[in-house]
């Protein structure tokens, strides 16, 4: 079965950065991108970017050019999402998602049990 | 600021019937862009419920259903149970952010 375990909670200052990984199992790990999508406290969903752990070819929202780095390792099917420059709105949970191909664009079909980032002084 | 509108809250009786919209625009919804829905318990990550406008996934009851018109798209879900109190979020890609985009979500209590 498809399964997305995602690294622990992390307690960051600002300015610093955070890497969170996505361990992927159950499936072909390069024959699906992995997107990430972050929710911060009491709000709702927020797309990020995503991975092709094929060619390691990677695509982000304007919001965190910049700012974010999204990278995998095949040799044991993992992705990263690395955020520097941290502020204290950046404290939100990060989840990682695969997606699958629809008629006109793609759905997260899985998800990983999410990664709560604290950015705090 | 989403670009898919949902209404913050939704409520009804157990063995109700209660609608979610989901509007959107021409470079979303409207450019026949997919819409999908995803349902989050408190506390756990969001699960894919509706793919690809009005597709369920397996294991997902046939109370729940969706459509998509014009600029908008909707989800339906009848026979209401407790089991159901969640936030429920619509999903496309919009071309002018050339990136994929949230609803608002809609917090759906069972009275």
């Known amino acids: 079965q498809v399964q997305l375990v995602q690294s622990g909670a992390e307690v960051q200052k600002p300015g610093a950065s955070v890497k969170v990984s996505c361990k992927a199992s159950?499936?072909?790990?390069?024959?699906?991108?992995m997107h990430w999508v972050r929710q911060a406290p009491g709000q709702g969903l927020e797309w990020m970017g995503w991975?092709?752990?094929?060619?390691?070819?990677?695509i982000y929202a304007q919001k965190f050019q910049g700012r974010v780095t999204m990278t995998r390792d095949t040799s044991i099917t993992t992705a990263y999402m690395e955020l520097s420059s941290l502020i204290s709105d950046d404290t939100a949970v990060y989840y990682c998602?695969?997606?699958?191909?629809?008629?006109?664009?793609?759905?997260?079909?899985?998800w990983g049990q999410g990664t709560l980032v604290i950015v705090s002084s | 600021q989403s670009v898919l509108t949902q209404p913050p809250s939704v409520s009804g009786a157990p063995g109700q019937r209660v609608t979610i919209s989901c509007t959107g625009s021409s470079s979303n919804i409207g450019a026949r862009y997919d819409v999908h829905w995803y349902q989050q318990l408190p506390g756990t990550a969001p699960k894919l419920l509706i793919y690809?406008?009005?597709n369920r996934p397996s294991g997902v009851p046939d109370r729940f259903s969706g459509s998509k018109s014009g600029t908008s798209a909707s989800l339906a879900i009848t026979g209401l149970q407790a089991e159901d109190e969640a936030d429920y979020y619509c999903q496309s890609y919009d071309s002018s952010l050339s990136g994929y985009v949230f609803g608002t979500g809609t917090k759906v209590t069972v009275l």
């Open positions: 998602a695969r997606v699958n191909k629809g008629d006109y664009g793609y759905y997260f079909d899985y």
């Open positions: 991975i092709n752990p094929n060619s390691g070819g990677t």
């Open positions: 690809v406008n009005s």
């Open positions: 159950g499936y072909t790990f390069t024959g699906y991108y």
